[in-house]
C-alpha cells in the first residue's frame, strides 16, 4: 500500500494521513520557530523551549538535538490537552444529564466549603462524593477506550492466545471499564460504586489507574489530570448548576450522549443551560 498512488480507488485516506502528518508537523515546528525568532530578537519570555534552547546555545555539544526539543515540547503541550477536555466536557454533559447526582455533589461541597470560597485541593478528602462523580465519568466516558498501542518485547502467552515478539497490543479499556463482573450495572451512571460500603457506598475497585493506561505507556500525566478535573468539577459544581435546556413549551430536552470519531472519545457538540447557583456564586466564579 505504501508504494501504490493515492488516486487508486480506495486509497483516498493516503491523501488524509498527508494532510495529518503536516498538521502535526505544523503543531510542533510553528511555535517552535516562534520561539527561535524571539529569542533571536532578544524578547523570548521564559520557557520550556527557550530554557533548553539558551542550554543549546551555549553547550553546542550537548547529546540533545534541537528536533528533539521541539518534539518533547509539542509532546508536553499536546500530550494531555485532549483528554483532559474530553474528559471535562463529558464531565459536564453527565452533570446535565444527571441531575441527582449533581445535586447530592453540590450539597456535599456547600456542607463542606460552604458558599464564601471556592474547594481546594486541601478539600479533597472531605468531597468524597465530589471524588467519585469524577471517578464515574472517567469509567464510564472512557475517554481513551483502547489506550495506546504496546509492542509485546518477547513471546508471551496469555490464557490461549500466543503474542509474538513485536506484536501490537491493544488492551480494550473500556471493555473492562464496562465489565458487568467488575462493575454492576456498568452502563448506569453511578458515583456511589467507587464510595467505601461503611459510607453507604458499593465499594467497587477504583477505576484509576486502568483508565490511563498500564504498563511503561501508562499517563506519566495521571495524577495532574485526575486533580485537574477535580478542580475544575469542583469549582463548577459550587457556582454553577448545569440543566438541559428547555423548549419553547419548557420542557426539557436533555442533550444526547454521543461521542464523535477519533482514538480520543470526547462528546459530541451539545447544548446545555449553565447558570450560577445565586448572586454571591456568580461573584466568585469571577475571582
Known amino acids: 500500500v505504501r508504494y501504490l498512488p493515492s488516486w487508486l480507488p480506495g486509497l483516498g485516506f493516503k491523501k488524509q494521513a498527508l494532510q495529518w502528518r503536516k498538521d ?28 533548553h534552547l539558551r542550554s543549546h546555545t551555549s553547550k553546542p555539544n ?31 454533559l453527565l452533570m446535565c444529564l444527571h441531575r441527582d447526582a449533581q445535586k447530592r455533589a453540590q450539597e456535599e461541597i456547600d456542607k463542606v466549603v460552604g458558599s464564601d470560597r471556592l474547594p481546594t485541593f486541601a478539600d479533597m ?71 467505601p460500603k461503611a459510607a453507604g457506598g458499593l465499594g467497587e475497585p477504583d477505576c484509576v489507574p486502568t483508565v490511563f493506561g498500564y504498563g511503561r505507556r501508562i499517563c506519566p500525566g495521571m495524577h495532574l489530570a485526575e486533580s485537574s478535573l477535580w478542580m475544575y468539577a469542583a469549582c463548577m459544581l459550587a457556582v454553577l448548576d448545569i440543566a438541559p435546556v428547555r423548549d419553547e413549551s419548557g420542557k426539557e430536552t436533555p442533550p444526547n450522549a454521543e461521542a ?20 454571591a456564586s456568580a461573584v466568585l466564579g469571577t475571582q
Not at 511555535?31 to 519570555?45: C, H, T
Request: hydrophobic share 40%; with cysteine.
Open 125 to 195: 478528602a472531605d468531597l468524597p462524593y465530589v471524588g467519585a462523580c469524577v471517578k464515574e465519568t472517567l469509567r464510564y466516558w472512557t475517554v481513551a477506550p483502547l489506550g495506546l498501542p504496546h509492542r509485546a518485547m518477547e513471546d508471551a502467552q496469555y490464557h490461549d492466545y500466543d503474542i509474538p515478539a513485536g506484536s501490537t497490543v491493544l488492551a480494550n479499556i473500556w471493555g473492562i471499564m464496562h465489565d458487568e463482573t467488575i462493575y454492576s450495572d456498568p452502563f448506569t451512571f453511578k458515583p456511589e460504586r467507587f464510595l
Open 24 to 51: 502535526l508537523d505544523d503543531l510542533a515546528s510553528i511555535p517552535f520557530n516562534a520561539v527561535k525568532a524571539a529569542l533571536a530578537a532578544e524578547d523570548a519570555p521564559d520557557s520550556y523551549v527557550a530554557s
Open 260 to 279: 464523535g470519531p477519533g482514538i480520543i472519545s470526547i462528546p459530541k457538540p451539545f447544548v446545555c443551560d449553565i447558570t450560577a447557583r445565586s448572586v
Open 62 to 92: 550537548t547529546d540533545t538535538s534541537e528536533e528533539e526539543i521541539m518534539w518533547s515540547a509539542a509532546s508536553l503541550y499536546t500530550g494531555g490537552s485532549d483528554t483532559t477536555i474530553a474528559g471535562l466536557t463529558a464531565f459536564v
